[in-house]
């Protein structure tokens, strides 16, 4: 069986609220699965649908092979990992480990055993008297995803489980959670707000907006190939830069809007639609002198972190450039930037949708 999980035509209905669209989703076995995308934009109802803690209102979830619509939570073995830990603080790391195993009719020796097996995997051996207040939340979480992969499930869901950790953990236990996947071999569909996240844990990437999903594929398809200005906005960090643009008259060059006309050279013909959205990410610019230069912008802003500089410029709309050496430039200095036409993107004003080069 290559999909663990297939949803299709998917909707669900708070009432009259629109909460999920015609939701289309085939999810491979074995695979790393984020879906991402702003508050409300659906990815935990989505996440709740498949555990069964909601239920859809028109269309089938399939589960290994299995339709689950209608199916209770507990008969879905499946396996979810929330932001809160939910751990039982008057049990032991132990036994809340076993617990899901006991009430299952589990003998405690062989319980005991898959809990320690489980304990080496995770980095818990040493923890397992203590209770849940005598523990970091790095161990805290540790021990709800153990608590999950000791049941052996048909997939792992994950709703934000790293948003209590600070940043440092945060990247620490993404790198713990992509390593257990794949030990595991396990099906993991996983829900954050956090673009890095899951640009740098998923095998797939899905991106929704209000209840649609917008884009999904490999994470750096969505980076290189965004189908439309919402993609291209979130995936990424600094943010596209998005420039109002017109197409020359000679068809190979765009006349930009940046506080005042500039006008770029293409090397291939500009696509003949009256209003253009251009895309540069920060990252694909570069500083140069201006006899080199296909902007020219005035300083806004200059934030160092040692090894990175970014740089805002003082325009509306703002053009963020990010360099990887440290720049001795001052607010209201006029910077020279070029940038390689392949990382160039294109996108109509008037809907947002990518446009493909001619």
Same mark, same amino acid.
């Given at each position: 069986?290559?999909h663990?999980? #297939?949803?299709s035509?998917?909707n669900?209905?708070?009432?009259?609220?629109?909460?999920?669209?015609?939701?289309?989703?085939? %999810?491979?076995?074995?695979?790393?699965?984020?879906?991402?995308?702003?508050?409300?934009?659906?990815?935990?109802?989505?996440?709740? +649908?498949?555990?069964?803690?909601?239920s859809? +209102?028109?269309?089938?979830?399939?589960? @290994?092979?299995?339709?689950?619509?209608?199916?209770?939570?507990?008969?879905?073995?499946?396996?979810?990992?929330?932001?809160?830990?939910?751990?039982?603080p008057?049990?032991t !790391?132990e036994?809340?480990?076993?617990?899901?195993?006991r009430?299952?009719?589990?003998?405690?020796?062989?319980?005991?055993?898959?809990?320690?097996?489980?304990a080496?995997?995770?980095?818990?051996?040493?923890?397992?008297? $203590?209770?849940?207040r005598?523990? +970091?939340?790095?161990? $805290?979480? &540790?021990?709800?995803?153990?608590?999950?992969?000791?049941?052996?499930?048909?997939?792992?869901?994950?709703? #934000?489980? /790293?948003?209590?950790l600070?940043? @440092? /953990?945060?990247?620490?236990? $993404?790198?713990?959670?992509?390593?257990?996947?794949?030990?595991?071999?396990?099906?993991?569909?996983?829900? *954050? =707000?956090?673009?890095?996240?899951?640009?740098?844990?998923?095998d =797939?990437?899905?991106?929704?907006?209000?209840? !649609? %999903?917008?884009?999904?594929?490999?994470?750096l398809? /969505?980076?290189d190939?965004?189908?439309?200005?919402? !993609?291209?906005?979130f995936?990424?960090?600094?943010?596209?830069?998005?420039?109002?643009?017109?197409?020359?008259?000679?068809?190979?060059s765009?006349?930009?809007?940046?506080?005042?006309?500039?006008? %770029?050279?293409?090397? &291939?013909p500009?696509?003949? !639609? #009256? &209003?253009l *959205?251009?895309?540069?990410?920060?990252? =694909?610019?570069?500083?140069?002198?201006?006899?080199?230069?296909?902007? $020219?912008?005035?300083?806004?802003?200059?934030? +160092?972190?040692?090894?990175?500089t970014?740089?805002?410029?003082?325009?509306?709309?703002?053009?963020?450039?990010?360099?990887? #050496?440290?720049?001795?430039?001052?607010?209201?200095?006029?910077?020279? %930037?070029?940038?390689?036409?392949?990382?160039? =993107?294109?996108?109509?004003?008037? *809907?947002g949708? &990518?446009?493909?080069?001619?």
């Amino acid at each position: 069986m290559t999909h663990q999980i #297939e949803l299709s035509g998917v909707n669900k209905y708070y009432g009259a609220y629109h909460a999920l669209r015609d939701i289309d989703l085939k %999810i491979r076995k074995g695979s790393f699965v984020a879906l991402v995308g702003p508050s409300g934009c659906g990815k935990s109802t989505l996440l709740r +649908s498949l555990a069964g803690l909601e239920s859809i +209102s028109t269309g089938d979830l399939v589960i @290994a092979g299995q339709t689950m619509n209608g199916v209770p939570p507990r008969k879905r073995d499946l396996a979810m990992v929330f932001q809160s830990y939910a751990l039982y603080p008057h049990m032991t !790391v132990e036994e809340n480990l076993t617990y899901s195993l006991r009430i299952r009719g589990v003998k405690k020796a062989e319980a005991r055993k898959a809990a320690e097996a489980v304990a080496v995997t995770t980095g818990l051996s040493n923890l397992m008297h $203590r209770y849940p207040r005598e523990l +970091s939340g790095g161990q $805290r979480q &540790r021990v709800a995803m153990s608590r999950a992969i000791i049941r052996n499930p048909k997939a792992f869901l994950f709703d #934000e489980p /790293l948003s209590n950790l600070d940043a @440092a /953990l945060r990247v620490h236990m $993404r790198k713990e959670i992509r390593a257990l996947h794949d030990r595991l071999g396990a099906t993991s569909v996983y829900v *954050t =707000h956090d673009q890095v996240e899951a640009m740098t844990m998923a095998d =797939h990437v899905v991106v929704m907006r209000q209840g !649609v %999903i917008e884009q999904q594929g490999a994470p750096l398809d /969505l980076y290189d190939r965004p189908v439309n200005t919402f !993609v291209a906005g979130f995936i990424g960090s600094p943010a596209m830069n998005f420039i109002p643009a017109t197409a020359g008259q000679d068809g190979r060059s765009l006349q930009l809007d940046l506080g005042g006309p500039q006008t %770029i050279r293409l090397d &291939r013909p500009v696509p003949a !639609v #009256e &209003r253009l *959205t251009l895309g540069l990410r920060p990252e =694909h610019l570069r500083l140069v002198p201006e006899s080199e230069a296909m902007l $020219r912008v005035p300083v806004g802003m200059i934030e +160092s972190t040692g090894s990175t500089t970014y740089i805002t410029s003082a325009t509306d709309p703002e053009v963020n450039v990010v360099v990887g #050496e440290r720049q001795m430039l001052r607010q209201g200095d006029m910077i020279g %930037i070029a940038f390689d036409p392949a990382h160039l =993107h294109l996108f109509d004003d008037a *809907t947002g949708n &990518r446009i493909e080069p001619v």
